[in-house]
């Protein structure tokens, strides 16, 4: 059985609603869950509900933080899960490097996060060559580009 890393997107609750505040985090990373489990509690400017896990699995990561406001399509956390049904939402998988490549060795790959929040932040990801890759198959995760900011933001 494939093992997939999904990243769970922060849910859509209607054309008006485009942003959920996140009032508190039931699970943790490494924590087991089950399809239906409590994730966390959500609120929008309408109601609060509660935010249920899409499939069995672990929790590999969590990028929603209590208090914090996140967008639908957002990723609210990453899960390790062998539901074939939510390959859809799976990471692309990429070929693991038989040996470390040196930072300017080929072309360095952006998560959709990354790409935004570079742009946000007003920076050309195509043209940022000198940040670190951590994330899944060695590509430049959001939490990357906020330690890339903050760093410069540090040298100005």
Known sequence: MDTLLIDVPVPSMGATVSELNVIVIKVSPGDRVTKGQRLADLESDKSAFEFES???????????????????????????????????????????????APKAAGPVVWTPRATKLAQEAGLDPAKITDIEATGPGHRVSGDDVQRYLAARKGQD
Do not use: N, W, Y
């Open 54 to 100: 899409p499939c069995d699995g672990i929790v590999r990561e969590m990028l929603g933080q209590p208090g914090a406001t996140m967008k639908s399509g957002d990723v609210f956390c990453r899960i390790e899960t062998t539901d074939s049904t939510l390959r859809h939402l799976a990471e692309p998988a990429a070929p693991a490097p038989a040996a470390p």
